[in-house]
């Protein structure tokens, strides 16, 4: 939603209120509309960054490193998909 500034990721199924959609399934859909915030279409360019960020998140999270929930306090490397993060 407006260019990226939001994200909105559907947590149950419609008309489903006691159901969760699958961890898993919630996780691949945010990180592929966090791609569309620096990838519009979905050509190779998007591919190829959503599958680096994948990948860091499944090696991070193979890790042990995960946040509590309480906001982004898991250790920072500074980049996401390869990119580096100015501070």
């Known amino acids: 939603v407006n260019r990226g500034q939001q994200v ?6 419609p008309g489903r209120m ?5 961890y898993e399934a919630v996780l691949g859909t945010l990180l592929h509309e966090l791609t569309h915030i620096e990838v519009g279409p979905h050509n190779a360019q998007f591919y190829k960054l959503l599958d680096e960020i994948t990948t860091e998140c ?7 490193i995960a946040g509590t929930g309480a906001g982004f306090d898991a250790p920072s490397a500074g980049r996401l998909g390869g990119r580096v993060v100015s501070h």
């Open 18 to 22: 006691s159901e969760f959609y699958p």
């Open 58 to 64: 499944e090696t991070l999270m193979a890790q042990g």
């Open 8 to 13: 909105k990721v559907r947590l149950r199924p």
